[in-house]
């Protein structure tokens, strides 16, 4: 690992998070972690010693966002990496699922995510340096069968994460948005996944789909450890990518995607050109 940077990690006390918090600390590096709750985060990350900083964040409150940068940043003087890893799945068909349901899964995975790159983009143009990794998730590229909601906030982290590359290329920012398979952290848990409270009987497929991915729980090929030491590697990169698939299965999904995209792209190709005026 290079040289001491801090790391600013969202969705800290399990999963992905937690894994980057403790592989991190023992690297010597600095690292500012959230989460909803802080006695969990604590507890989890264990006698972390002074490079560690543990906030209790509201990711949807930009007030609770903007206290937690400068937190940080008055604490070890720089924010180097910006992990955006907070988030839930939620499963049901979009008319199964309530608004208020749909709106919280916006609020945490994707507006979070824009609350905390709003308030770090200050620090990071000050420094002309950094690097800003969006997890997203397979289901961003290419969506399942009764994720429909999840999968369109993972589209928008896939979708604000190109522009952004683009938008922060100059101040020395680089972006990265990660798109995870199936791994063995506890993101098909409880305590990560919601389903719609008003099941419709109707969508037998999408009751079957759920039971399949429920049934995986534990069982997923993925290893936790494994991702975080890449998303480490990928952070040390001069020229890192803007695309980080993790997992076979993600790899896979997302060049079926490719291959099915151009099969449809290419099926209207004369009607999409003959648009014009003069066509």
Same mark, same amino acid.
């Given at each position: ?13 399990? %999963? ?14 600095? #690292? ?15 006698? /972390?010693?002074? +490079? ?10 930009? +007030?609770?966002?903007?206290?937690? #940068? /400068? =937190? ?13 890893? =907070?988030?839930?799945?939620? *499963? *049901? ?8 349901? @749909?709106?919280?899964?916006? !609020?945490?995975? #994707?507006? %979070? ?22 997890? /997203? ?21 896939? *979708? ?40 419709? !009987? ?8 759920? @039971?399949?991915?429920? +049934?995986?729980?534990?069982?997923? /090929? *993925? ?6 030491? =890449?998303?480490?590697?990928? &952070? ?17 999904? &997302? ?25």
């Amino acid at each position: 690992m290079e040289s001491k940077r801090t790391w600013f990690i969202t969705g800290a006390s399990k %999963g992905f998070g937690l894994s980057l918090v403790k592989q991190l600390l023992a690297g010597g590096q600095r #690292v500012v972690a959230t989460s909803r709750n802080l006695t969990e985060l604590t507890t989890a990350a264990g006698n /972390a010693g002074e +490079n560690f900083l543990p906030l209790q964040v509201d990711l949807t409150s930009e +007030n609770s966002v903007n206290a937690a #940068v /400068a =937190a940080a940043h008055d604490k070890f003087k720089s924010i180097d990496v910006v992990i955006n890893n =907070a988030g839930y799945g939620i *499963g *049901g068909s979009i008319e199964e699922l309530t608004d208020r349901e @749909t709106r919280d899964s916006f !609020d945490v995975n #994707v507006f %979070g995510t824009i609350n905390v790159i709003r308030s770090v983009m200050p620090i990071l143009r000050a420094q002309q340096s950094g690097h800003i990794f969006n997890i /997203a998730s397979i289901a961003g590229i290419t969506g399942v069968t009764g994720w429909a909601v999840y999968a369109a906030t993972k589209f928008s982290v896939v *979708g604000l994460s190109e522009v952004l590359a683009d938008d922060v290329r100059s101040f020395g920012v680089k972006v990265t948005v990660v798109a995870p398979g199936a791994f063995r952290t506890s993101f098909l848990s409880k305590e990560s996944l919601v389903m719609a409270e008003q099941p419709i !009987d109707a969508y037998r497929e999408v009751r079957e789909m759920h @039971t399949r991915y429920l +049934n995986m729980d534990g069982q997923q /090929a *993925g290893d936790p450890e494994k991702a975080a030491k =890449a998303i480490i590697e990928v &952070a040390g990169e001069e020229n890192p990518p803007l695309y980080l698939l993790l997992g076979s299965d993600a790899y896979d999904r &997302a060049m079926n995607k490719l291959d099915r995209l151009e099969k449809e792209f290419k099926l209207n190709e004369e009607l999409s050109r003959a648009m014009a005026y003069n066509a």
